[in-house]
Nanobody, 118 residues
């Protein structure tokens, strides 16, 4: 079991920045990966960024060069720094943790709303 608690969402103007943070209830070193997903109204949830404990990252094409994901294994947190925000980044952002050796299991936070005004 992993409990995830997000913080840091809010309202920002286009071109602005926000940082999201997610605290995990257990050591992030024990997780396969952590990530951020987002879901806008009427759309499917999509991967924004993902990181494994060794530091390898991958990003959605739409956020490359603007968003940075980072993992702090000492604090068991994962952060998402979002710069040059666009109105199309508006969505509810969810923290994700992947566990499991042979079968993947996903855990999710409650989500935090990010709204970018034009």
């Amino acid at each position: 079991q992993v409990q995830l608690v997000e913080s840091g969402g809010g309202l920002v103007q286009a071109g602005g920045s926000l940082e999201l943070s997610c605290a995990a209830s257990r050591s992030t070193v024990s997780l396969n990966a952590m990530g951020w997903y987002r879901q806008a109204p009427g759309k499917q949830r999509e991967l924004v960024a993902r990181i494994i404990s060794a530091g390898y990252t991958n990003y959605a094409d739409s956020v490359k060069g603007r968003f940075t994901i980072s993992l702090d294994n000492g604090k068991n947190t994962v952060a998402l720094q979002m710069n040059s925000l666009k109105p199309e980044d508006t969505a509810r952002y969810y923290c994700n943790a992947e566990v499991g050796t042979y079968v993947r299991r996903d855990y999710w936070g409650q989500g935090t709303q990010v709204t970018v005004s034009s």
